[in-house]
Structures are given as structure tokens and as C-alpha cells.
């Protein structure tokens, strides 16, 4: 088990920033590559970046390509998103999870094992 708790979410006005975390626990985080996906109502859950285990392969959504970041320190259990020049469109519950897989390629909610709960980003217009 790899329990994951996402923090950071708020509401945000139209280019503004937000940085999320989440927390691992257990000594395996740094195993993991780490994935951030978003679901709004009524949409499916998207693929929004992913980290491999080490941070030094990552991927992004084209959507956020250039506004968000992904990063993570295996010291601390922790995996960020940074997210910046925000759009209404951005507003949905943000997820962290834990992959099956190594590297960055696999991109599709089946692929990830262990998932947080859940931080509500909401942007307004």
C-alpha cells in the first residue's frame, strides 16, 4: 500500500498559480513513477503529468504543456504540481496516484495502483 494525500487546492482567479502536493507514505514512494490526473463533472478522469521515479523524465497533457510542472523529492515522499497562467477550464478535483509502471509513457488511469483522494482546484473567470 502506498497511502497518498493531495493538498494545496483552492480557488484561483484566471492566471493565477497554485502549487499542489502529495504525500506518500511508506519506504517504496521512490520506487513509483507518480502521475497528477483531473476529473471536472460530468467529464472522465484525464491524464494530466507524470513523473518517473527519479524526476528525471516527465510528460504533460498538451493542454497544460508549458503552464504546469511536475516535480517530486524522494526524501520527503513528496510529488508537486505547479500550476500557473490557470484557466476556467483547469477547475476540476486533482488527483495524485502511484503507477504500476516505470517511466513516463504510461498514461491512462488503469496503469496506476494507489491513488489520494482528491484536492478541488477551482478557477474563476
Known amino acids: 500500500q502506498v497511502p497518498l494525500v493531495e493538498s494545496g487546492g483552492g480557488l484561483v482567479q484566471a492566471g493565477g498559480s497554485l502549487r499542489l502536493s502529495c504525500a506518500a507514505s511508506?519506504?517504496?514512494?521512490?520506487?513509483?513513477?507518480m502521475g497528477w490526473f483531473r476529473q471536472a463533472p460530468g467529464k472522465e478522469r484525464e491524464f494530466v503529468a507524470v513523473?518517473?521515479?527519479?524526476?528525471?523524465?516527465?510528460d504533460y497533457a498538451d493542454s497544460v504543456k508549458g503552464r504546469f510542472t511536475i516535480s517530486r523529492d524522494n526524501a520527503k515522499n513528496t510529488v508537486y504540481l505547479e500550476m500557473i497562467s490557470l484557466k476556467p477550464e483547469d477547475t476540476a478535483v486533482y488527483y495524485c496516484?502511484?503507477?504500476?509502471?516505470?517511466?513516463?509513457?504510461?498514461?491512462?488511469?488503469?496503469?496506476?495502483?494507489?491513488w489520494g483522494q482528491g484536492t478541488q482546484v477551482t478557477v474563476s473567470s
Open positions: 511508506g519506504r517504496t514512494f521512490s520506487t513509483y513513477s
Open positions: 496516484a502511484a503507477s504500476f509502471y516505470a517511466g513516463t509513457g504510461h498514461q491512462r488511469p488503469n496503469d496506476y495502483r494507489y
Open positions: 513523473i518517473n521515479w527519479n524526476g528525471g523524465s516527465t
